[in-house]
């Protein structure tokens, strides 16, 4: 079926669809969305997850590579990021820690402009390689790497002494990823030393801001490293979904549309 072709390359640009989104898009009944996702995991083109679908290799251990993840999402990456900056006020004068991962990098893009704008500097602090060659030569900017072994998959720093390293730290600001969020679970990643430094980012910082696009609304990866009344603001594309969007409420975290 037309519909169930259209459903599948929308799974594969966006990482998850909505049974009220694709309703909405194509016009037709939730029950009738409904079964043509039931159809499609049956022929194991997808996951039935709540409220809709996620690809069917996303398991709680299956992390894509950054190369896989980088042009995915891209426009609402960058949404996403130029609405958590706006944390950053005018005469901004502090210390901010970004997390690994593609929505951070679009951060780490947008970081300089936004510092001007606000006439405003930062001492920026990252284990993420991808990200501090990004900022290396920016003005109104000091930068600091944080050190370890380095991971292929996120190009990040981690193990023992990065987690030591950050547990030193107490930054403002702290800009941090997931691979999902859900109501009963919280933040989590696949990787377990991934999740150890995640987990000492986020008890380090002032305030904790979370990037996510809606693709990791209602996922569950392997290792949990921060329950929702952990963090401060969740910055997104769209509204969460029911129990998400209570859970939140719930654990009085702001929710930021881009």
Same mark, same amino acid.
């Given at each position: ?11 594969? @640009? ?5 049974? #009220? ?14 079964? $043509?996702? @039931? ?10 997850? #709540?409220?809709?679908? %996620? ?33 950053? !006020? ?5 210390? %901010?820690?970004? !997390?690994?991962?593609?929505? *951070? ?19 920026? %602090? ?13 003005? $109104? ?20 002494? *990065? =987690? ?7 930054? !403002?600001?702290?800009? %941090? ?35 996510? $696009?809606?693709?990791?609304?209602? =996922? ?11 963090? !401060?603001?969740?910055?997104? @594309? *769209?509204?969460?979904?029911? $129990?998400?969007? @209570? ?12």
């Amino acid at each position: 079926m037309e519909r169930q072709q259209l459903i599948e390359r929308l799974l594969v @640009d966006e990482g998850r669809v909505g049974v #009220h989104d694709l309703s909405a898009r194509f016009k037709v009944t939730t029950e009738t969305v409904r079964r $043509d996702l @039931d159809a499609l995991e049956r022929s194991g083109a997808l996951r039935r997850v #709540h409220g809709g679908a %996620v690809p069917l290799e996303r398991g709680s251990t299956i992390e894509p590579s950054l190369t896989e993840r980088i042009h995915r999402n891209a426009q609402q990456k960058s949404a996403i990021a130029a609405r958590a900056l706006q944390a950053i !006020d005018r005469g901004f004068r502090g210390s %901010v820690f970004l !997390d690994a991962g593609t929505t *951070t990098a679009a951060i780490a893009e947008q970081l300089p402009g936004r510092l001007a704008a606000v006439q405003g500097t930062a001492d920026i %602090v990252t284990h993420s390689l991808t990200l501090a060659p990004l900022l290396a030569t920016v003005s $109104d900017i000091t930068l600091t790497v944080v050190g370890g072994r380095v991971r292929g998959v996120t190009a990040a720093a981690v193990g023992a002494g *990065t =987690v030591g390293a950050i547990s030193a730290l107490r930054p !403002d600001i702290v800009f %941090v990823g997931t691979n999902g969020i859900s109501a009963a679970f919280g933040l989590s990643t696949p990787d377990p030393e991934e999740a150890a430094v995640k987990a000492a980012i986020v008890r380090a910082a002032r305030r904790v801001i979370v990037v996510a $696009d809606s693709g990791k609304f209602d =996922v569950e990866s392997l290792v949990r490293f921060a329950a929702l009344d952990d963090i !401060d603001v969740l910055v997104t @594309d *769209t509204e969460p979904p029911g $129990d998400l969007a @209570d859970a939140l409420t719930t654990a009085e975290v702001e929710v930021w549309l881009a």
